[in-house]
């Protein structure tokens, strides 16, 4: 099969079937026997076809005056992301995805892909340009701004660099300064509340702290363990993944050195790693996501020795996931600067997508009153 017929069947699981593209992608990459170029090429193919779905709609509906089936839909797609976003020559754009059409719309797909190559588009805003729904492009500009928004929503349809860690773990380096900003120190008892799959539990048992690492999922702890196991070494804390409610952590209160809140989020700041997410998250993803949080919170500040520290973080960069909770009872604000190209955010820090060439995070430090 080749790389584009590939892709095809990839996108036709996301599209139709509600595939998650990080989940269907690797796995179907992994029974396939093409070569690193052609696997690179379908990456790109999916991801950023999917980046780009509400745009290569509107760069081909322009042409169609009835509404095309769902697997023709989904090969237009395909073939205005190459011509358009993917830096395909046009002869083989067109070419290559019209021989992927069944005989009885090879012609169609053919015709209206030759005049997307042919005439320029004129967007009809902001949104539609760069392939997000309107309301997250109008929330990023009322939470950073006209200027920020636009830089931050261009960078998030760009792909991700690749960072490894020494021991080899594949993490972003704001997830990186995430954990470095417990301040984790060998002996301590750490509690990772929102574990999986564990990058961050094992960046602070690098340090030769013991962290317990809780998930909801078992198979989600199952991640965690092997992903401690394949960074064991010499020196490193020991990692006890637990499948458990966190906001009702089955743990003794009163005795953590530190706790580690990575909350689930909306992930609107982790868009370009997750090229579904932006067609799934509504506003309603976040008004329920909002008192998990909190509800995290309280229960993450109960397990804190006096003095202990708290450090809370969400792949997002709202306000409302954020810096909008209340303090817990017991804690107070940390001012020091953390690890890594923050910004301040009210009482907290936040990056951005286009800092520093990273996912886009917030992070608040609390620690427990003596």
Request: with cysteine.
């Amino acid at each position: 099969m080749s790389a584009r017929a590939l892709a095809l069947e990839v996108l036709g699981r996301i599209e139709r079937d509600g595939a998650y593209a990080n989940l269907v992608l690797p796995a179907t990459l992994n029974r396939s026997d093409l070569g690193a170029a052609d696997r690179g090429m379908v990456t790109d193919l999916v991801y950023g076809t999917t980046r780009m779905r509400r745009a290569c709609d509107l760069l081909v509906d322009r042409f169609v005056e009835v509404p095309p089936d769902d697997s023709t839909r989904t090969l237009l797609r395909l073939g205005a992301y190459q011509l358009v976003f993917g830096g395909v020559a046009a002869h083989a754009a067109v070419s290559e995805t019209v021989a992927l059409a069944p005989r009885r719309t090879r012609g169609f797909v053919n015709a209206v892909l030759r005049r997307v190559a042919s005439i320029e588009m004129t967007w009809p805003s902001a949104a539609a340009r760069l392939s997000y729904p309107d309301w997250i492009h109008d929330l990023f500009v009322d939470e950073l701004g006209d200027a920020d928004a636009a830089e931050a929503l261009e960078r998030m349809n760009v792909a991700p660099t690749v960072n490894r860690r020494a021991d080899g773990y594949v993490q972003d380096p704001a997830s990186q300064w995430v954990a470095a900003s417990i301040e984790a120190r060998r002996g301590e008892l750490i509690a990772d509340l929102c574990s999986a799959p564990g990058g961050k539990t094992t960046a602070m048992a690098a340090t030769g702290a013991d962290v317990v690492a809780l998930d909801l999922h078992p198979a989600r702890a199952g991640l965690v363990a092997d992903n401690a196991a394949a960074t064991a070494a010499e020196g490193v804390g020991r990692v006890f993944p637990l499948a458990a409610d966190s906001c009702r952590p089955p743990l003794p209160e009163g005795i953590f050195d530190a706790v580690l809140i990575d909350a689930p989020c909306s992930g609107l700041g982790a868009l370009r790693r997750r090229p579904d997410a932006r067609w799934r998250v509504t506003p309603q993803t976040i008004r329920d996501l909002v008192p998990v949080q909190a509800d995290l919170l309280t229960a993450g500040a109960r397990l804190l020795r006096p003095g202990g520290r708290l450090i809370y973080s969400v792949c997002t960069l709202t306000a409302a996931e954020s810096i909008s909770h209340r303090t817990p009872e017991g804690l107070e604000i940390d001012p020091s600067p953390p690890v890594g190209s923050w910004r301040r955010f009210g009482d907290g820090w936040r990056v951005l997508p286009h800092d520093a060439d990273t996912d886009g995070m917030v992070m608040l430090r609390y620690r427990r009153r003596p």
